[in-house]
């Protein structure tokens, strides 16, 4: 037993996960945010941690503002609790007081005797030594326009079920009014289900309202509208038709709002003298949920200095979402790479003994990202340098990480028009295809000079 004994005692290790590290900052501060209490940790006398306990309300987090500038604190470091962490992070803002928001997954990273400790201290310490990365957050000015765009995403979220309930409560009554509109909520749509709530039900008569823009004639969306009329599915009908003219005043009521952000934000480079006319789009390209009303192309022109709706498969909706997402200023993101990889648009390389083993983008949620792929998918046809640039790897990759491929390129281009001020030069797809053929004949040249051949042109017509 002694032996046994002896042998588990000289095979345990105490582990000092911050021996040979010196202290990057010794007047940092730990915050722990929960809903109805706020701990705060600051560095104490003789490398001690002193810790309090705070409430929520306004009087309390000014509270925390002066016992952090009394103890000397200069910056504090808080984890990005849902919703929580916004009024304090401002109120410290506002004090001058230097925060660094963090993720759940940056403390995990980093092993250590977390469990005989509270949350604040372990946070002021990863703190102290450096060891956090500051989350990305855009230019106080656009976080308004961000939460309002956000806002405006949701609202349009809301209606699109009462969108849906309109069309089962139509095809319950076997009203195929899908079947001849290709969208319910347009012009002839919208004239067609208000003539039937209001008491209409002669097929002829409703099929009169019909725009002339229509491909299918009177007679034929006559018959579709031949139902049964049933009671209960009208009143449905007439609910579903409320919900959706509710949401759709709210969402012009944060168009609105919205214009009035943008006309707040500091113009950084101007009123733009002209805009480059944008190339035609093909037909049945508009969007329902593009904003009403808001010179958006124009406020945009003045807020980042360039023009990024002009960049192939960027609509106004996705340009307004990015600009209020990454923001203006590049210089926080070192090169495109670190600004992809933020975006979860560059690949995750898995790499053992110098061999990559797996490659693969990582899950994110990020807005941004997503307003990228979104244009990526819109160019999968266009005659444009993106265009080619997907139909080309396609064949190679397949269509989704061909997509994600060509959103990480249209990415990159933002992110050099953004920090170089550079405006964006179209390509068609023949020259791409051009310039992509010169590119391989010259590492062909390469290639046969090194293995010390020489390549002429073929004079065979192949």
């Given amino acids: 037993m002694s032996r046994l004994s002896n042998r588990r005692a000289s095979s345990e290790v105490i582990i000092r996960p911050f021996d040979g590290l010196a202290r990057i900052h010794s007047d940092a501060a730990g915050m722990d945010i929960g809903a109805h209490e706020i701990m705060v940790c600051v560095p104490g006398p003789d490398n001690t941690q002193m810790v309090r306990a705070f409430g929520t309300y306004t009087v309390d987090l000014y509270a925390i503002a002066n016992w952090l500038q009394q103890s000397g604190v200069r910056t504090v470091a808080m984890e990005s609790t849902g919703v929580y962490w916004i009024p304090l992070f401002e109120t410290l803002e506002v004090r001058g007081l230097q925060c660094c928001l963090i993720s759940a ?37 656009l976080v ?46 919208q004239l067609i289900i208000r003539a039937i709530v209001a008491g209409e039900r002669d097929p002829y008569t409703l099929a009169a309202l019909r725009n002339y823009r229509c491909k299918k004639g009177e007679d034929e969306i006559a018959k579709a509208l031949t139902g049964t009329w049933r009671v209960e599915h009208l ?44 190339p035609p789009k093909k037909a049945k390209s508009h969007s329902s949920n593009a ?43 070192p090169t495109e790479k670190n600004f992809c990889s933020w975006l979860g648009l560059a690949p995750h390389n898995e790499i053992t003994g110098g061999k990559v083993i797996r ?57 050099h028009m953004l920090k170089f001020q550079l405006e964006y030069q179209t390509i068609s797809a023949g020259e791409y295809e051009n ?3 010169e590119r391989e004949i010259r590492y062909l040249h390469r290639k046969a000079a090194k293995l010390g051949f020489s390549l002429l042109p073929s004079t065979v017509n192949v």
């Fill in 359 to 415: 490659s693969y983008t990582l899950k994110t949620h990020n807005r941004a990202g997503q307003a990228f792929r979104q244009a990526a998918a819109s160019v999968i046809r266009a005659d444009c340098a993106f265009g080619a640039f997907y139909r080309r790897l396609k064949s190679r990759l397949g269509p989704a990480q061909a997509v994600v491929a060509t959103a990480h390129k249209i990415a990159r281009t933002v992110y």
């Fill in 291 to 333: 904003p009403k009303g808001v010179q958006v192309r124009l406020h945009l022109k003045r807020i980042a200095g360039v023009d990024i709706i002009a960049v192939h498969g960027i609509s106004v909706s996705l340009a307004q979402t990015i600009i209020a997402e990454i923001g203006t200023d590049m210089s926080k993101f």
């Fill in 144 to 189: 308004a326009l961000r939460t309002l765009l956000r806002h405006r995403d949701k609202l349009i979220a809301h209606r699109s079920p009462h969108i849906l309930h309109m069309q089962k409560s139509l095809l319950q009554m076997n009203i195929q009014l899908s079947q001849v509109l290709s969208d319910v909520t347009g012009v002839t749509g």
């Fill in 235 to 278: 009143f449905v009908l007439q609910q579903s038709l409320e919900f959706f003219d509710f949401y759709t005043q709210q969402i012009e009521a944060c168009d609105a709002e919205i214009e009035k952000t943008y006309a707040a934000i500091r113009p950084d480079w101007g009123d733009p003298d002209d805009l480059t006319p944008l």
């Fill in 105 to 141: 997954t940056a403390i995990k990273r980093f092993p250590g005797r977390k469990s005989d400790v509270l949350d604040c201290q372990w946070i002021q310490t990863l703190h102290s030594y450096g060891l956090l990365a500051d989350s990305f957050r855009t230019e106080a000015d």
């Fill in 435 to 437: 310039q992509f053929r």
